[in-house]
């Protein structure tokens, strides 16, 4: 089937987005629905063509039998689900948890696990709402310096941009000046009577002595002699301007004079100012690069200390209960062709948390016992739905660190340009700048707002793989058939494993 044409439209920004909506945005599109989307390389996401709405139906989503029927789940379409709910007042939910965990890294060799959720929520007046609260206060005051700081830095960023903007137009003139054009050695001495001069208020300057009988033609001679050096002005005016007399003469040289001495050394100067002032902005870039590797640890324990917000109004959470709820989610791959198995493995616990007195430090520490549900789903998935997954759960994890990304991008380009021309000019005036640059080959520069906020900003674009040959097509199917198989298998024996471990009926 033909790709649907990319047609660009116009830009939406929307903060937040249902997990049906980050299904489709990150590929888990119905086969039939594909082709009302497009993949954008700027956002490294699927997106509407013009003329359809981004709809949360297009999802491919699992619809898995619950109490009451058939739910939606949130998840892609799997392989093969298997559920299983244990709850006991004396249950440690530490040790089902890691039990399956191993049982699926290490017995079924699938190598490469990711953590892709850990979340809770404490009911008001438990004790461990207390503990986390404490903890996360800290936190939060160090984020918030951290957040004025940069506020403070980006502030001046555009002050320093704004000055060497002012310095380049500046040295724009010299530049020409000293390529012989006339237009612009006659804006700088423009420049040169009014600022420096005073221009007509200063009876001293070329328009002040212009007032005075036998100078008339001063400003004219002035603005019409040609580019000149200091050490050439006097044979200038004497060769040119003989028929005029001496006293204008004596004049035009003074004023000539300490126009192309004023211009030599402020033109070193400006260049002196524009490295001292480059130097300057490469400064703040890092500063500003330092605090956002510092605070991206705090904001990430922020997140993880927050409570879930869902289960604020189920009815299985009291206020007045020592209760939590907490959901603990993990991807595991195993090697293989092009298409890997995958098991997505979810817990969901509701347990009474028990805070106990650790001895080393006389910390307090909680320890769950209560109700556990698992789901192990199987998938074949190749490597780019696997990290289109991964880039999902952080989109939804995550997102008030990209309202945070946001708003400093917002900000960064308000200044274009200007601030990656700047930077790359303060990276040549380092030592073996321009020898190292030189070496390396060319390759796509990042821009400046990716530099800095480089995690917390969607990856760029990778280029699409060539269309494949018939018998690639064949390849890919037996090792899609195969993977299938590989996670269904390990899958269930994972599930059938833990119930007869822990006592459970099996078959």
């Known amino acids: ?55 949360g139906k297009d999802a491919e989503e699992e619809n898995s039998e619950g109490f009451f029927g058939f739910e939606e789940t949130g998840f892609p379409k799997p392989v093969k689900t298997y559920r299983l709910i244990w ?32 979340s809770f929520f404490s009911s008001e007046s438990s004790a461990m709402f207390g503990v986390i609260q404490q903890r996360m206060s800290p936190i939060q005051d160090r984020v918030s310096q951290y957040l004025i700081a940069i506020g403070k830095l980006v502030k001046e960023l555009f002050q320093i941009v704004r000055e060497l903007r002012i310095l380049d137009e500046k040295l724009t003139h010299y530049k020409h000046a000293e390529e012989g054009k006339q237009s612009s050695e006659i804006t700088l001495r423009g420049m040169f009577v009014d600022l420096v001069q005073g221009g007509a208020k200063n009876p001293a300057s070329v328009f002040g002595m212009a007032h005075e009988v036998g100078f008339t033609a001063l400003p004219d001679l002035f603005f019409d002699a040609p580019i000149v050096k200091a050490d050439d002005v006097d044979k200038l005016v004497e060769d040119k301007y003989k028929d005029f007399n001496k006293s204008l003469r004596q004049v035009l040289k003074r004023q000539l004079q300490h126009f192309a001495v004023w211009k030599e050394k402020t033109h070193v100067e400006l260049k002196s100012r524009k490295i001292f002032l480059l130097n300057y902005l490469r400064q703040h870039y890092d500063t500003i690069q330092m605090y956002i590797e510092w605070i991206k640890p705090y904001l990430k324990y922020i997140e993880r200390l927050s409570m879930k917000t869902k289960h604020a109004e189920s009815p299985e959470l009291i206020a007045s209960f020592e209760g939590n709820m907490t959901d603990i989610e993990f991807l595991a791959t195993k090697i293989g062709g092009e298409y890997q198995p995958v098991i997505i493995a979810t817990f969901n616990f509701r347990t009474i948390p028990s805070m106990n ?61 200007d601030i990656e021309k700047y930077l790359v000019e303060a990276q040549r005036q380092l030592p073996g700048a321009k020898e190292k640059e030189e070496k390396e080959t060319p390759k796509k520069r990042k821009t400046f707002v990716r530099m800095v906020l480089g995690d917390f900003l969607p990856p760029e674009g990778a280029p699409k793989p060539p269309k494949k040959k018939k018998e690639e097509e064949e390849k890919a199917a037996n090792d899609k058939k195969k993977a299938m198989g590989t996670a269904k298998t390990a899958a269930w024996n994972a599930y059938k494993n833990f119930k007869k471990a822990h006592g459970m009926i099996h078959w």
Do not use: C
């Open 357 to 417: 007195i650790v001895k080393e430090g006389y910390q307090r520490g909680p320890t769950h016992t209560g109700r556990m549900e698992v789901t192990l789903r199987a998938y074949a998935w190749k490597k780019e739905q696997i990290d289109a997954y991964k880039k999902l759960k952080k989109d939804e994890t995550f997102a008030f660190l990209s309202k945070i990304s946001e708003s400093l991008n917002a900000a960064l380009s308000t200044a274009g340009t």
């Open 1 to 55: 089937m033909a790709e649907p044409e990319k047609k660009a439209r116009p830009k939406v920004i929307k903060s937040e987005f249902t997990r049906k909506e980050l299904l489709v945005r990150n590929g888990f599109i119905n086969s039939e629905e594909k082709e009302k989307y497009y993949f954008n390389d700027e956002t490294n996401h699927f997106e509407p063509v013009e003329g359809e709405k981004l709809d």
């Open 87 to 118: 709850e006991a007042h004396s249950l440690g939910v530490e040790e089902p948890y890691y039990w399956i965990y191993k049982h699926i890294h290490q017995d079924f060799a699938f190598k490469d696990v990711y953590k892709t959720e850990d």
